[in-house]
C-alpha cells in the first residue's frame, strides 16, 4: 500500500511519537527490508500549539501540541495536502486539509487503513484540489 501510494504522491510521516520510539517501529514493523516509504518524517518535536482555539472544546488548554501543516508550506501549495489522523485535533488548524481515520485496534479484521487506501487512489488522485 505504501509502495503504491510513493508513485503518486510526496509520503510524509508525521508523528506525536518521539524520534527513538518511531525509529524502531519503522525499522522493525514497517520498513523491515530497508525499503524507505517516506519522502520526510516529522516527530513529537515538530508538535506547534494550535492556531484555532475554542472554549467548547480542549484546544484552549495550553498543553495542547497539534500537527500544524505550515511547517510544510515551503515549496508546497496547502490544495495538494492532506492530513490522515485518527485525532481531529490534531489538524484543527487546518480542517480542509484534514481526513478523520479510525484507531488501529490491531485486530486481523480491520480494514481502517485498506479503506483509506481505496478512498486516497480513487478520489484524491484525480483532484486537482484536495481540500
Known sequence: MLRELKKHFEVIMFTSSSRIYCDGIMKNVIETD??????????KNHLFPPKVYSNYSRFHLDNT???????LKEGRDMKS?????????????HVLNGIPI???NGEPND???LK????????????????
Open 34 to 43: 530497508g525499503e524507505t516509504f517516506f519522502d520526510h518524517k516529522l516527530f
Open 65 to 71: 501540541q497539534i500537527k500544524n501543516l505550515d511547517i
Open 81 to 93: 495536502m492532506v492530513i490522515i489522523d485518527n485525532r481531529s485535533a490534531n489538524y484543527c488548524d
Open 102 to 104: 479510525s484507531d488501529y
Open 111 to 113: 480494514e481502517g487503513l
Open 116 to 131: 483509506m487506501f481505496d478512498y486516497i487512489m480513487a478520489r484524491l488522485l484525480p483532484a486537482d484540489d484536495l481540500q
